[in-house]
C-alpha cells in the first residue's frame, strides 16, 4: 500500500489526531491484567452473541517465507490464552447501535485540527490546505494516469456515506463498518464490554488451527477454485475483475470460515488492533523461547515516518492482490496512524473470561450498556 510513502498521506495521516491523544506513552495497551497465566477455558460460561470460544494455545507467530516482508520476521513461538472472538467483522448495524445509544461521533466526521497535524509532521513541513481541514476520509480511487495517486482525501466521506456526500450504506446493514479510526474502533469496543485483540490473538485466531501456514485455509491459491476470501483481482490498481463476486467491501459471511469459524480473516477490510507498530517486534523477541500473551511495544515506530504514531491493522483487504502486497496472508502486518480512517479499514473485538466475568458483574445486558461515554472513555 503506498498510502505511507508520501508527504501528501502524511499530511492526511495526521490529519486526524484525536484530541484524546497525548502521545505514544501515554496510550500503552490496556489488555495487560486480562490475561492471567494458564488461562485458556471458557469458565463454563456461554459464548456471547455473534462470538467463538478461540482456545488458548501456542503458535508459530509471523513467516519467513520468501513473500513475507521484513516486517513479518523472524517467526517465533508466541502462546495466548483462550478468548472469545467476533465471528464477523463489526458490521454497519452492530456500529449503528452504538452510535445510536451513545451519541458517539467518529474521527471522520470531526475537522481535523491544524495544530494536531503539524505536531505529527516533521519541521519545516508546510501545512496542509484549508480545503483538508474539514470532517473527511480516505477513498480509494483507480488511478486513471500512471504516477497518480490512489487515495483521495474526501471530504464528508465517513462510515454514513462511504464513498462521500450522496453515498449511504442503506441496504448494507450486514457489510462490515468502514471508515473507523482505532480511536473508534475502541470506543466501540468499550461500550460493547470487549476490547481489541492483541496482534498475537489476531493472528493466532486467523491461522485457524492451521500452524505455519501460508493462509488461513491452509496452502491453496487464492486465485484458484472456489473464491477463499475478498480481495483483488486483475492488474491492481487500475482494474478489479471482481471475479470473486465483490469489487469493494463484501457482506459479512460471505465466504467460508476459517478452522475456528471466524469469517473474513483474510481479505474484505483491514482490521484494527491493540498493538502500537515497530517493524522490529519480531526480532525483539528472538531470545525467548516462547512468548506469552504478548502486547506489543510500548510505543510506536515507522522508520519510515518516524514522526507519526502507529497501530498495527491485520487481515489485508478487497484491495490486497497477489503482487503487490498479498496482505491477505495471516503474518502480513500494516501500520497505520490511530486517528486515520479510510474505506477499506474496519475491525472486530474480543472478550475475555475475566471481562466476561465483569461484563456478568455489572449486569451488563445491551440495555444497561446503553450509556452515554464519558469524556474519557475512549482514552486508550
Ligand atoms: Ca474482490
Redesign the pocket.
Known amino acids: 500500500m503506498r498510502l505511507h510513502n508520501n508527504t501528501f498521506t502524511s499530511v492526511v495521516v495526521g490529519a486526524m489526531l484525536s484530541v484524546w491523544v497525548n502521545g505514544p506513552a501515554a496510550a500503552g495497551n490496556p489488555a495487560g491484567s486480562e490475561h492471567p497465566a494458564g488461562r485458556d477455558s471458557q469458565a463454563s460460561q456461554p459464548s456471547p452473541p455473534d462470538m467463538v470460544w478461540i482456545p488458548g494455545g501456542e503458535f508459530t507467530m509471523g513467516s519467513n517465507a520468501e513473500i513475507a516482508r521484513p516486517d513479518e520476521k523472524p517467526t517465533h513461538r508466541a502462546r495466548v490464552d483462550g478468548f472469545w472472538m467476533d465471528t464477523t467483522e463489526v458490521t454497519n448495524a452492530q456500529f449503528r447501535a452504538f452510535v445510536e445509544a451513545t451519541g458517539y461521533v467518529t474521527t471522520a466526521e470531526k475537522a481535523p485540527q491544524l495544530q494536531e497535524i503539524m505536531q505529527q509532521l516533521p519541521p519545516g513541513t508546510p501545512p496542509p490546505s484549508a480545503e483538508m481541514l474539514v470532517p473527511g476520509s480516505l477513498v480509494f480511487t483507480p488511478p486513471s494516469a500512471p504516477g497518480e495517486m490512489w487515495w483521495e482525501w474526501r471530504a464528508g466521506a465517513n462510515w454514513r456515506q462511504p464513498d462521500g456526500p450522496g453515498s449511504s450504506i442503506a441496504g448494507k446493514d450486514d457489510y462490515p463498518v468502514v471508515h473507523v479510526s482505532w480511536f473508534d474502533a475502541q470506543a466501540y469496543a468499550q461500550w460493547a464490554g470487549k476490547r481489541l485483540p492483541t496482534e498475537a490473538e489476531w493472528e493466532y485466531a486467523a491461522r485457524g488451527g492451521l500452524d505455519g501456514k501460508t493462509y488461513v485455509w491452509g496452502e491453496d491459491n487464492p486465485y484458484q477454485g472456489t473464491?477463499r476470501a475478498?480481495?483483488?483481482?486483475g492488474e491492481f490498481p487500475h482494474h478489479?475483475t471482481?471475479?470473486?463476486?465483490?469489487?469493494?467491501t463484501?457482506p459479512v459471511r460471505s465466504y467460508a470460515p476459517n478452522g475456528y469459524g471466524l469469517y473474513d480473516m483474510a481479505?474484505n477490510v483491514w482490521e484494527w488492533v491493540q498493538d502500537w507498530y515497530r517493524p522490529d517486534t519480531y526480532a525483539r523477541r528472538a531470545s525467548e523461547a516462547v512468548t506469552i500473551n504478548p502486547q506489543g511495544p510500548d510505543s510506536s515506530y515507522d522508520p519510515q515516518e518516524p514522526t507519526i504514531p502507529k497501530r498495527v491493522q491485520r487481515g489485508g483487504s478487497?484491495l490486497c492482490d497477489a503482487n503487490y502486497c498479498a496482505s491477505y496472508r495471516p503474518s502480513a502486518r500494516m501500520k497505520v496512524s490511530p486517528d486515520t480512517s479510510l474505506i477499506h479499514t474496519g475491525f472486530r473485538c474480543v472478550r475475555t473470561p475475566d471481562m466476561a466475568r465483569k461484563v456478568a458483574a455489572n449486569s451488563c445486558t445491551v440495555a444497561c450498556e446503553r450509556q452515554p461515554l464519558s469524556p474519557t472513555a475512549t482514552r486508550p
Open positions: 473464491p475478498n480481495i483483488w483481482q478489479n471482481g471475479a470473486d463476486g465483490h469489487i469493494a463484501s481479505g478487497y
